[in-house]
């Protein structure tokens, strides 16, 4: 069964520090992985995500994410961060070609953003 | 082009009566996908339907929960009977179709259960 682990709960950066969130997922093939950012009372938004090729991937709002497949991980990285980065944040993982369509989602760590 | 569309935001019931909760996918996307949200945790699937048929139901509790997804209209989530527990956040996501580079998930706002 594939599962996905984020090991911060919550994160508390600076404004303008560099950032990066934890991800490591448990999947027997190759996996298509995911960071999506959910704001207080909304939805979903997707960040960014890897299917193959390039390992690191280059997202929306200045996130990256470098998928390390020796570590089962893909933490997402910000240079810089900016007060409106403070949200929860979600790494989720999903079969292959030919794997399950469902999301599997982490338990999401929470990002503070001091000024 | 609007998204995943979602209602009502909000819905407050009972315990014992019934929920309905609606998800209008976006134009073009005949896959449809429904996760439960608990208060501090992540997401976890509950279904997946395609138009007028169930694909995956494994994450649907067995009882009281059913979902549907009709040639015509929205998908609907429906919640018999309604216990506290089933308080949450219900989101639904949409994609376009079976092509593996088309199978990015679109969400929606989701419905914020209330049971009293």
């Known amino acids: 069964a594939q599962s996905v682990t984020q090991p911060d709960i919550h994160i508390t950066v600076s404004e303008g520090a560099s950032l990066e969130l934890r991800c490591n997922y448990s999947?027997?093939?190759?996996?298509?992985l995911f960071w999506y950012v959910q704001s207080p009372g909304q939805g979903l938004q997707l960040l960014l995500k890897?299917?193959?090729?390039?390992?690191l991937v280059q997202g929306i709002k200045g996130f990256e994410a470098e998928f390390k497949r020796s570590q089962s991980s893909f933490n997402l990285r910000k240079p810089s961060v900016h007060w409106s980065d403070a949200a929860e944040y979600f790494c989720?993982?999903?079969?292959?070609?030919?794997?399950?369509?469902?999301?599997?989602f982490g338990s999401g760590t929470r990002l503070q953003v001091q000024p | 082009n609007a998204g995943v569309m979602q209602n009502p935001r909000h819905l407050v019931r009972r315990r014992g009566q019934e929920a309905r909760l609606r998800c209008s996918p976006m134009?073009?996307?005949?896959?449809v996908y429904w996760y439960r949200q608990l208060p501090e945790e992540g997401l976890k699937f509950m279904v997946y339907?395609?138009?007028?048929?169930?694909?995956?139901e494994s994450g649907m509790p067995k009882e009281r929960f059913s979902a549907e997804f009709p040639k015509e209209g929205p998908s609907i989530l429906r919640i018999q009977q309604v216990v506290r527990g089933d308080s949450a956040a219900y989101f639904c996501?949409?994609?376009?179709?079976?092509?593996?580079?088309?199978?990015?998930?679109?969400f929606g706002p989701g419905t914020r259960l209330t049971v009293l």
């Open positions: 996501a949409s994609s376009p179709g079976a092509s593996v580079s088309h199978n990015e998930q679109f």
């Open positions: 999947y027997g093939a190759t996996p298509y």
């Open positions: 890897y299917f193959s090729g390039d390992t």
């Open positions: 989720a993982v999903r079969g292959g070609d030919t794997g399950r369509r469902a999301l599997t």
């Open positions: 134009k073009g996307h005949s896959h």
């Open positions: 339907l395609q138009k007028e048929n169930i694909i995956d």
